[in-house]
């Protein structure tokens, strides 16, 4: 166990801490928005090239789309001057032009989405476009009768002039000729004068074909009038549905589709005229101020240097006041020192003044009936004067050997004090824990008084490296503690054991025990759970630091009611560290 002081922050140097941990929040929270505006308007800007491509690209789709609007509408009148080849020009116009006005509201370069009025505008468009082009369908439908027509009346007109009667009549056959010109030049381009004509030759060749005594030329005169009719009748709806074409305005729908587009771009262009002018003004704004922040910089460093060259000019003042700040330091850790001598002395004072009555009651006892017999023995021998038997002499040797045992009882007990309290804390020596514990015993006889029963349980232990009389201490700290938390009746089980390269002494006591909070702080200097007067609270802090000093640890486990075991493991071989040999040093310590 180690117990540290966690010294407490003072009020000022927590604001301190406060106030700087909320100037770096704020400096890195300005730096960071400074970033971030500066990362917004390159964006902005850099937005502006791709805007410009896509640009070029939808300009580039809105021409093709008038483009194609244009062969479009030059196919649609070509088609019908050349019936053959036009249908499949105008197919091919046709297809272009779908395509173009798709690609308009398509793919990225699509003007769809961009805003509220180009949607409007290219949805008016689409629909102009749409229209365009299912009426394109019905007009290839009727272009194509139109074709199949021409191709009917021009064979018809062949079968015709062929006809031996029709040749043999010259004015019949140039009739016929010229309602065949007609007619064709009807089909490609209709005209009022066109169609009067149409009809006078029509009913000429009919009077004709009436007159005419072959039927066969009569039903082939009929036939091509059939033809003529039906091919006016096409080319009279074909000119309906170009007019219809006529009132369709997809390039006017186109033009506005432009119009709104060039506005949105305008407003794309205006924007990022802005943002590059806020940029220039930002950018002058960050000079200025990292000017500022230079100027206060070169004043700083300016500071600085006036520091430097005062606290150069204060060097040698500084080494004087470190020395006499160390040697101040140096004489308050000699008088901490003193102080703790002092403070342990004291410890050991009271200790001792409590063995004290119990150390000459045991003195005492041996003394009392060896000073007894010795009495007797004297009384005797005045009493027998000359005549002293064998038997008499028996008596006295049994008297004489109580004596002796009785000296020899005083004497081992005073050399157990004088082995207990030797300065030898200095010295590390080879001991035996289980002789170690025996003397402790023997020191604190009195204080186990006749209800504390002690069990020891030894095992073979080798000899440690140690001081031993600091061990000692120990033994007899713990052994005065269980005796005291018994209150003079209980049992102390006493075992030792080797356990790889260490030893265990564990001391268990059958007392009252501890709550938590109490095992939590009896290695603390100063704690004590006795009343004012009683007990220092050095006693256990002290058996910690020399067991900590010998490498070893000190284990408590304690149950209210159920007693306590302390468990102290040592290395066989260990490094005593000793700071002091000073007798005040030597403390014998008796009580928590």
């Not at 703790?340 to 410890?347: D, F, K, N, V």
């Not at 020899?408 to 007990?413: C, V």
């Amino acid at each position: 166990m180690n117990f540290m002081a966690n010294p407490k922050k003072t009020p000022a140097i927590d604001g301190r801490s406060r106030g700087f941990t909320l100037q770096r929040m704020l400096v890195i929270l300005a730096v960071s928005l400074a970033l971030s505006l500066i990362v917004f308007l390159l964006w902005k800007m850099l937005r502006n090239p791709l805007e410009t491509g896509l640009h070029v690209i939808r300009l580039e789709q809105i021409d093709s789309a008038a483009k194609a609007d244009v062969e479009l509408n030059q196919q649609i009148l070509r088609a019908r001057l050349a019936l053959e080849s036009g249908a499949r020009d105008l197919e091919l116009a046709r297809d272009r032009f779908d395509i173009a006005q798709s690609a308009l509201s398509s793919g990225q370069a699509g003007l769809s989405g961009l805003n509220d009025e180009m949607d409007d505008a290219l949805q008016a468009y689409r629909l102009q476009a749409s229209d365009k082009l299912s009426l394109l369908n019905d007009y290839s439908a009727r272009l194509a009768r139109l074709a199949q027509h021409f191709s009917v009346m021009r064979v018809a007109g062949i079968s015709v002039l062929n006809a031996p009667v029709v040749n043999e009549s010259e004015s019949l056959r140039k009739r016929v000729m010229m309602l065949l010109q007609e007619a064709t030049a009807y089909s490609l381009q209709s005209s009022p004068e066109n169609a009067d004509l149409i009809n006078r030759l029509g009913g000429e060749v009919s009077e004709a074909a009436e007159q005419l005594d072959n039927d066969a030329a009569r039903g082939a005169l009929r036939h091509l009038l059939e033809t003529v009719d039906l091919l006016r009748s096409s080319r009279d709806e074909l000119q309906s549905l170009i007019a219809q074409f006529d009132s369709i305005e997809t390039g006017i729908a186109l033009q506005s589709l432009q119009a709104a587009y060039e506005k949105h771009f305008q407003g794309l262009q205006d924007t990022a005229r802005r943002y590059r002018q806020t940029l220039a003004v930002y950018a002058v704004a960050l000079l200025l101020a990292f000017g500022l922040i230079a100027v206060r910089l070169r004043s700083s460093f300016s500071a600085l240097d006036s520091a430097n060259n005062e606290l150069q000019d204060t060097n040698s003042n500084l080494e004087e006041i470190v020395n006499k700040r160390t040697q101040a330091l140096s004489k308050a850790l000699d008088d901490l020192k003193m102080q703790q001598g002092q403070l342990i002395q004291s410890e050991k004072m009271a200790s001792l003044g409590q063995m004290v009555a119990g150390v000459a009651h045991e003195i005492n006892t041996p003394l009392g009936y060896a000073s007894s017999n010795v009495e007797i023995i004297r009384e005797s021998i005045q009493e027998m004067g000359q005549e002293v038997d064998a038997e008499s002499i028996e008596e006295f040797d049994v008297l004489l050997a109580d004596v002796e045992y009785g000296l020899n009882q005083i004497s081992e007990l005073v050399l157990s004090l004088k082995d207990f309290s030797r300065v030898d804390r200095s010295q590390s020596q080879l001991f035996d824990l289980n002789a170690g514990i025996d003397t402790a015993l023997k020191i604190c006889n009195n204080q186990l008084k006749d209800g504390v029963n002690v069990e020891r349980n030894y095992a073979e232990l080798p000899e440690i490296s140690c001081a031993p009389s600091q061990l000692n201490q120990v033994f007899l700290n713990l052994i005065n503690n269980a005796a005291q938390a018994m209150d003079g009746h209980g049992l102390i089980q006493i075992t030792t054991r080797q356990v790889g390269e260490n030893v265990e002494v564990a001391i268990r006591d059958s007392g009252s025990g501890m709550d938590a909070d109490t095992r939590a702080h009896i290695f603390e200097p100063f704690f004590t759970t006795k009343a004012v007067g009683k007990g220092t609270g050095l006693g256990l802090s002290i058996v910690f630091r020399i067991i900590e000093d010998h490498g070893g640890t000190i284990e408590v486990e304690s149950e209210l009611g159920k007693g306590t075991e302390f468990v102290v493991r040592l290395p066989v071989k260990s490094v005593v560290k000793v700071a002091d040999v000073s007798p005040a040093n030597d403390v014998v310590l008796l009580g928590e």
